[in-house]
Nanobody, 112 residues
Framework: QEQLQESGPGLVNASQTLSLTCTVS????????WEWVRQSPGKGLEWLGA???????FYSPSLKSRTSISRDTSKNHVTLQLSSVILEDTAVYYC??????WGQGTQVTVSS
């Protein structure tokens, strides 16, 4: 059964780097496309970026300078890093298989 589970620090200080892990079970990360999405309080969903099956990463133009997505096929997970976080990066972060199942999301709060 395909399952995605996000994990990471719930609280991050402003200007630090946020690192989140999406652990995938039931499917090999190397065979599918994955994406990261977030939802800030009172706002809609915002697409952050994706990792394709062939190992290419794509990013939202607005966050490209601060975002990095990678994968570890031995651990079967996909990682999101967001550098120089600001208060506006406070959100629930989701990983998802492109066009498929989503994780339950993880709350990240940026503190000043």
């Amino acid at each position: 059964q395909e399952q995605l589970q996000e994990s990471g620090p719930g609280l991050v200080n402003a200007s630090q780097t946020l690192s989140l892990t999406c652990t995938v079970s039931g499917l090999p990360v190397a065979s599918y496309n994955w994406e990261w999405v977030r939802q800030s309080p009172g706002k809609g969903l915002e697409w952050l970026g994706a990792m394709t099956a062939n190992g290419r990463a794509f990013y939202s133009p607005s966050l490209k300078s601060r975002t990095s997505i990678s994968r570890d096929t031995s651990k079967n997970h996909v990682t999101l890093q967001l550098s120089s976080v600001i208060l506006e990066d406070t959100a629930v972060y989701y990983c998802a298989r492109w066009g498929g199942v989503w994780g339950q999301g993880t709350q990240v709060t940026v503190s000043s």
